[in-house]
């Protein structure tokens, strides 16, 4: 499960500024869903291998004047929601109430927690420490977060017990001709197909959840303890396995629970992060709104295999039927790849459908293609359509290979790849969709450069 760390602390002592710093990194996703969640903002960022999600808290402003209580409401829950918190200090500003009054709350809650005393440009960070020690929550880190300064060591104090990412099974030793083995990423056989139910509050996630498993054929396993994060269902349909994972589970776990919705963001990535498949539901009776579009953008961004549901299909109108069909062809163009479905899950209707469409996207994105394969498919597209030169030189792509699964990663190797124009990836990202007949699962291609 990918760790999560919460940025706590006044407003203005920095936290913004690390959060775009520890962001900006290639693997970052960042999505605008205030409104979903007021303001906080999430993120995802990678460390020396090591994936995780940063959240960024409104700020806990405590000061002489009490505390905000909206903001705090949500920084609390951020608290409660990390596996680590930053607490950022402000070195310039010295200690104030406001910081002795959000220390108190994370030594009661007894969370893994850092504090952080930042802007230690231009002041000893010696000094500032001492300052701060008081505070009762052990050796601080000092940073300087706009310069970059002391980010590494805080990192490594974060996040360095937690394990890396699991590798991709090796996927470069070759594939013999014409042997496609069926093979289930990661060390989750037992697991079988793992399925995200994705989607913003009230489209419909449990009561999908519910109809998935109170299907006939469906036999329900045991759950194990259930996480602290989402309920992972394990089931076995038509001698499939799957494992369902259930982002829509309401559990309370103490006061601050029970005054906050059951959607939560953190839930939704990590969701999306361990699964197979995410399975997206759209609410069809409010057609496509901006906050779809931004979770979906989580969801294409982290490459997992995806269907889309569009629920609540039950007593519209044929007209309005019309519409959404239409909407759904301007506003999820970038997303023609995945399956469409519309179900109702509160009548059953279209809901056994969706595993076709689960297995045919999960097979796509792990099926391994050998290489001989991929380079004929590669050289069929430049005999069709050759790349552009480059200062008089042609483009030349010469062979490709399989680099990884759920997405398919296809590397091809060539010269000058640099300088592979955009339009031409996606032209061969199309070529390959189209013969291999992949569907409901994105493409990554790498180049990679000859001599
Ligand atoms: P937030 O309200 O906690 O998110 O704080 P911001 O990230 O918006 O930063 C508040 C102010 O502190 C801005 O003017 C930043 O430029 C400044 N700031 C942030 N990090 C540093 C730092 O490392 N050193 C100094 N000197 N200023 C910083
Ligand atoms: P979640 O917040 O995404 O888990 O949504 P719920 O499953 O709690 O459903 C929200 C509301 O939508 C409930 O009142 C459900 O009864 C209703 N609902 C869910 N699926 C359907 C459907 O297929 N058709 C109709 N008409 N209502 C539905």
Same mark, same amino acid.
């Given at each position: 499960?990918?760790?999560?760390?919460?940025?706590?602390?006044?407003?203005?002592?920095?936290?913004?500024?690390?959060?775009?710093?520890?962001?900006?990194?290639?693997?970052?996703?960042?999505?605008?869903?205030?409104? @979903?969640?007021?303001? &906080?903002? /999430? !993120?995802?960022?990678?460390?020396?291998?090591?994936?995780?999600? *940063?959240?960024?808290?409104?700020?806990?402003?405590? #000061?002489?004047?009490?505390? #905000?209580?909206?903001?705090?409401?949500?920084?609390?829950?951020?608290?409660?929601?990390?596996?680590?918190?930053?607490?950022?200090?402000?070195?310039?500003?010295?200690?104030?109430?406001?910081?002795?009054?959000?220390?108190?709350?994370?030594?009661?809650?007894?969370?893994?927690?850092?504090?952080?005393?930042?802007?230690?440009? =231009?002041?000893?960070?010696?000094?500032?420490?001492?300052?701060?020690?008081?505070?009762?929550?052990?050796?601080?880190?000092?940073?300087?977060?706009?310069? !970059?300064?002391?980010?590494?060591?805080?990192?490594?104090?974060?996040?360095?017990?937690?394990?890396?990412?699991?590798?991709?099974?090796?996927?470069?030793?070759?594939?013999?001709?014409?042997?496609?083995?069926?093979?289930?990423?990661?060390?989750?056989?037992?697991?079988? +197909?793992?399925?995200?139910?994705?989607?913003?509050? =009230?489209?419909?996630?449990?009561?999908?959840?519910?109809?998935?498993?109170?299907?006939?054929?469906?036999?329900? /396993?045991?759950?194990?303890?259930?996480?602290?994060?989402?309920?992972?269902?394990?089931?076995?349909?038509?001698?499939?396995?799957?494992? @369902?994972?259930?982002?829509?589970?309401?559990?309370?776990?103490?006061?601050?629970?029970?005054?906050?919705?059951?959607?939560?963001?953190?839930?939704? *990535?990590?969701?999306?992060?361990?699964?197979?498949?995410?399975?997206?539901?759209?609410?069809?009776?409010?057609?496509?709104? #901006?906050?779809? *579009?931004?979770?979906?953008?989580?969801?294409?961004?982290?490459?997992?295999?995806?269907?889309?549901? $569009?629920?609540?299909?039950?007593?519209?109108?044929?007209?309005?039927?019309?519409?959404?069909?239409?909407?759904?062809?301007?506003? *999820?163009?970038?997303?023609?790849?995945?399956?469409?479905?519309?179900?109702?899950?509160? %009548?059953?209707?279209?809901?056994?459908?969706?595993?076709?469409?689960?297995?045919?996207?999960?097979?796509?994105?792990?099926?391994?293609?050998?290489? =001989?394969? @991929?380079?004929?498919?590669?050289?069929?597209?430049?005999?069709?359509?050759?790349?552009?030169?480059?200062?008089? &030189?042609?483009?030349?792509?010469?062979?490709? %290979?399989?680099?990884?699964?759920?997405?398919? $990663?296809?590397?091809? %190797?060539? =010269?000058?790849?640099?300088?592979?124009?955009?339009?031409?990836?996606?032209?061969?990202?199309?070529?390959?969709?189209?013969? $291999?007949? @992949?569907?409901?699962?994105? +493409?990554?291609?790498?180049?990679?450069?000859?001599?």
């Amino acid at each position: 499960m990918v760790p999560v760390i919460a940025l706590v602390g006044r407003p203005n002592v920095g936290k913004s500024t690390l959060f775009n710093r520890l962001t900006r990194s290639r693997d970052a996703i960042v999505g605008d869903l205030s409104g @979903l969640t007021r303001d &906080r903002q /999430y !993120g995802e960022a990678k460390w020396e291998g090591r994936s995780y999600i *940063l959240v960024d808290t409104g700020g806990i402003s405590g #000061d002489e004047e009490g505390i #905000d209580e909206k903001m705090a409401e949500q920084s609390l829950l951020a608290i409660e929601e990390a596996d680590v918190v930053l607490f950022l200090v402000d070195a310039r500003a010295g200690m104030t109430a406001g910081d002795q009054m959000i220390g108190e709350h994370l030594r009661k809650r007894n969370k893994r927690s850092y504090l952080v005393v930042n802007k230690i440009d =231009n002041i000893d960070p010696d000094i500032a420490r001492a300052e701060f020690s008081p505070m009762g929550l052990g050796e601080a880190l000092p940073i300087a977060g706009a310069h !970059g300064r002391g980010i590494t060591q805080m990192l490594e104090a974060a996040l360095g017990e937690f394990p890396q990412d699991e590798e991709e099974d090796a996927l470069d030793e070759e594939v013999a001709e014409g042997e496609e083995a069926k093979r289930i990423p990661g060390p989750s056989e037992k697991d079988g +197909i793992k399925i995200a139910i994705i989607g913003r509050p =009230n489209v419909g996630k449990s009561t999908l959840v519910n109809r998935m498993l109170g299907e006939e054929r469906v036999v329900v /396993y045991d759950q194990p303890g259930t996480t602290r994060d989402s309920i992972y269902i394990p089931f076995e349909r038509n001698d499939e396995k799957y494992t @369902l994972i259930d982002t829509a589970g309401v559990r309370k776990r103490g006061k601050i629970h029970e005054e906050v919705e059951k959607f939560s963001v953190v839930k939704t *990535l990590q969701a999306i992060k361990d699964a197979n498949v995410v399975i997206f539901v759209m609410d069809a009776r409010e057609g496509v709104v #901006d906050h779809d *579009l931004n979770l979906l953008g989580f969801a294409i961004e982290s490459g997992r295999a995806l269907v889309i549901a $569009l629920n609540k299909w039950d007593g519209m109108e044929p007209g309005e039927r019309d519409y959404v069909k239409t909407e759904l062809e301007r506003r *999820l163009f970038f997303v023609d790849y995945a399956d469409i479905h519309f179900i109702s899950a509160l %009548h059953g209707t279209g809901v056994g459908n969706l595993y076709k469409s689960v297995q045919a996207s999960f097979m796509s994105a792990i099926t391994r293609w050998p290489t =001989n394969r @991929l380079t004929q498919i590669l050289e069929d597209a430049v005999r069709e359509h050759q790349p552009p030169m480059v200062s008089g &030189r042609r483009i030349k792509l010469r062979y490709a %290979h399989l680099g990884g699964a759920n997405p398919p $990663l296809i590397v091809i %190797h060539g =010269n000058q790849v640099d300088a592979v124009p955009k339009s031409y990836s996606r032209y061969l990202e199309n070529t390959f969709r189209r013969v $291999l007949k @992949l569907v409901g699962t994105p +493409i990554r291609i790498e180049y990679k450069g000859g001599e």
